[in-house]
């Protein structure tokens, strides 16, 4: 009996804490790109907007039971290095709310130098 209680109060915390997450999204890869989030209401519709230097992409999704979501962008390949300027913002219907950001490489973006005269 103490293992069913057990048990359960397991589950039950197990529960609780990942109603309680924050929403969060990163990019796990940038060729093609593709955008994890977890922390969500459960099958919660999240619109997703992924923007960088001449790029901008929307997508509506339904998030899991568990409040995960994998976005795979199927044909949009960003740079290794350079220039990005990367922002990946994802709201909720719910209200749940998460943005990643990949800055510009202050060097890679700078505008080209005339040449020494």
């Known amino acids: 009996m103490t293992t069913l209680a057990t048990t359960t109060l397991l589950a039950l915390a197990l529960l609780v804490s990942g109603a309680t997450a924050k929403p969060r999204v990163w990019v796990t890869s940038k060729q093609p790109v593709v955008v994890r989030g977890t922390g969500f209401h459960p099958v919660e519709r999240v619109g997703l907007t992924l923007t960088a230097k001449g ?38 219907a719910a209200g749940s709310k998460a943005t990643f950001r990949l800055p510009d490489n202050a060097v890679d973006c700078a505008p080209p130098q005339p040449p020494d005269s």
């Open 55 to 92: 790029l901008e992409k929307h997508r509506v999704l339904r998030v899991s039971r568990t409040g995960a979501f994998t976005a795979r962008f199927t044909g949009t390949d960003l740079p290794a290095k350079g220039c990005l300027g990367l922002v990946v913002r994802a709201v909720g």
